[in-house]
């Protein structure tokens, strides 16, 4: 199978997320860029509500909102409804607050399917990550079939913000 190619992200819309990620520190942010259906641009940012709660989450029970994400629900139901339309999600973004953009453990638990057959959602993901100084990084991460996982395939410079 071919490798999965990155969703082609203008720097004004990383500009965006990048403060929404400081707007929102020292918790995470989270949202989605959304792109029409034929192109491979995300240019609109759908900024969501972390609504975190412990024990709500469905995998990190022992964290807080600064180590963790929850889109509410209200946000999670508009992505579902735009699923489809001809301008939809195409990636879903959160910031870790200490600085390091990395897919974890908990990411990965909360972006497959619970049934294990992949994404729960076709879309990509994008991790910023933000310190008290600046947004460090960005990458974005996709699902590859052959590796049956998230994997690596942009890399975007951070900003002073």
Same mark, same amino acid.
């Given at each position: 199978?071919?490798?999965?190619?990155?969703?082609?992200?203008?720097? !004004?819309?990383?500009? /965006?997320?990048?403060?929404?990620?400081?707007?929102?520190?020292?918790?995470?942010?989270?949202?989605?860029?959304?792109?029409?259906?034929?192109?491979?641009?995300?240019?609109?940012?759908?900024? @969501?509500?972390?609504? +975190?709660?412990?024990?709500?989450?469905?995998?990190?029970? /022992?964290?807080? @909102?600064?180590? !963790?994400?929850?889109?509410?629900?209200?946000?999670?139901?508009?992505?579902?409804?735009?699923?489809?339309?001809?301008?939809?999600?195409?990636?879903? +973004?959160?910031?870790?607050?200490?600085?390091?953009?990395?897919?974890?453990?908990?990411?990965?638990?909360?972006?497959? /399917?619970?049934?294990? /057959?992949?994404?729960?959602?076709?879309?990509?993901?994008?991790?910023?990550?933000?310190?008290?100084?600046?947004?460090?990084?960005?990458?974005?991460? !996709?699902?590859?079939?052959? !590796?049956?996982?998230?994997?690596?395939?942009?890399? +975007?410079?951070?900003?002073?913000?």
């Amino acid at each position: 199978m071919p490798k999965p190619q990155p969703i082609e992200v203008p720097r !004004a819309t990383l500009e /965006d997320i990048f403060k929404h990620a400081r707007d929102s520190f020292p918790n995470e942010c989270c949202g989605w860029l959304t792109g029409d259906k034929n192109s491979n641009t995300a240019g609109g940012v759908r900024t @969501a509500i972390n609504a +975190y709660e412990p024990e709500t989450h469905p995998t990190a029970k /022992d964290r807080t @909102a600064q180590t !963790a994400f929850v889109i509410s629900d209200n946000d999670l139901l508009d992505l579902n409804k735009t699923l489809d339309d001809d301008v939809r999600p195409r990636i879903i +973004y959160h910031s870790h607050p200490n600085g390091r953009a990395y897919f974890s453990p908990t990411d990965k638990a909360n972006a497959s /399917d619970p049934w294990g /057959d992949g994404p729960a959602y076709p879309v990509n993901q994008i991790v910023i990550g933000i310190d008290g100084d600046r947004v460090v990084e960005a990458r974005q991460f !996709a699902w590859d079939d052959d !590796a049956s996982d998230f994997v690596e395939i942009a890399e +975007y410079e951070g900003l002073d913000i």
